[in-house]
C-alpha cells in the first residue's frame, strides 16, 4: 500500500498520514497553534450570527450582568 503524503495545514511541512499521531497536524505545537487560531476568531465558519451574537440572549436564561429577580411570595 503506497505511503500517503499530506501536508501540515499550519507549517505545510509534508508528514506521513499513517505515522503521525497529531494528523492532521505534524505536531502538537502546530495543533495548538490551530486552535489558538479558532478560539481567537481568527478562523471562522461563515454564516449568520448566532443569536448570542446579535444581543438577544437566550430565552430563560438570565445574563450575568443582571442581578437575579425574587418572585414575590
Avoid at 503506497?2 to 502546530?30: G, L, M, N
Wanted: hydrophobic share 25%.
Amino acid at each position: 500500500m503506497p505511503v500517503q503524503r499530506v501536508k501540515c495545514p499550519t507549517c505545510q511541512r509534508e508528514i506521513d498520514w499513517a505515522q503521525s499521531p497529531f494528523r492532521p497536524f505534524c505536531s502538537e505545537r502546530c495543533r495548538l497553534i490551530d486552535l489558538g487560531a479558532w478560539l481567537t476568531e481568527k478562523h471562522a465558519i461563515p454564516g449568520e450570527p448566532a443569536p448570542d451574537e446579535l444581543g438577544q440572549g437566550n430565552p430563560g436564561v438570565q445574563d450575568s450582568d443582571t442581578p437575579p429577580q425574587r418572585r414575590p411570595s
